[in-house]
């Protein structure tokens, strides 16, 4: 099996590799003989074509694709969900976290607004998504979480990917974008960043979906 992992960011920070690293030990973890593939399309990269893989995993990203204008790059992403969605295809699935989920109700006609700043761990992010693609079911409320009615793309806004490593290199490296803006009392029970989570059960059920077909 052949995996595409669309990294929709460029940083020499180290949760950047760190999150690249966590999505391809889930893969292989499910699947050990999976080839699996990285495009960078910040920095140039072009992605292959679709019918290659089973596979496209849509990382998170920090472009804004309410207030601007969507770049080269983010306009080749587009085409990719885009392709992805056509009836034609059968083979390839694709699933979107955070600004993968956001990019791929936006490419399908969705609408996005601005979250009121609430951070959680494993929710990085400051926009979301308003109105769905049509289309698309809901896996649970608010918006979070989305299956195609194909049954060939799974949208979620959280980071299942995320660990205590990348977490903490997160937060290190903040520009202001996550530490300034979390709140404390919104009532979440607040725990370290390494403890336990459902990260590896959902990459569970998300390989399930992939490998059954």
Request: proline share 4%.
């Amino acid at each position: 099996m052949k995996v595409l992992i669309v990294q929709n960011y460029s940083t020499n920070q180290p949760w950047g590799q760190l999150t690249l690293d966590s999505i391809c030990s889930h893969v292989v973890r499910s699947c050990p003989d999976a080839q699996v593939d990285i495009c960078n399309v910040v920095d140039g990269g072009i992605p292959p074509p679709i019918d290659e893989y089973a596979l496209i995993v849509l990382t998170g990203g920090t472009f804004n694709l309410i207030a601007e204008k969507p770049l080269p790059w983010v306009q080749r992403v587009i085409d990719l969900i885009k392709d992805v969605s056509n009836e034609g295809n059968e083979r390839t699935k694709l699933v979107g976290f955070c600004w993968g989920h956001q990019v791929t109700h936006h490419a399908l006609g969705g609408q996005l607004s601005i979250v009121d700043g609430t951070r959680i761990l494993h929710k990085f992010h400051k926009r979301c998504v308003k109105t769905n693609a049509s289309g698309f079911t809901p896996l649970e409320e608010g918006n979070e979480n989305f299956i195609s009615d194909s049954g060939r793309i799974l949208t979620l806004q959280s980071h299942p990917e995320l660990t205590g490593a990348i977490s903490r290199s997160l937060i290190d490296g903040d520009d202001g974008s996550y530490v300034n803006n979390v709140r404390s009392d919104s009532g979440a029970e607040l725990q370290h960043n390494n403890s336990q989570h459902d990260g590896g059960m959902v990459w569970n059920r998300i390989m399930r979906w992939v490998l059954d077909g």
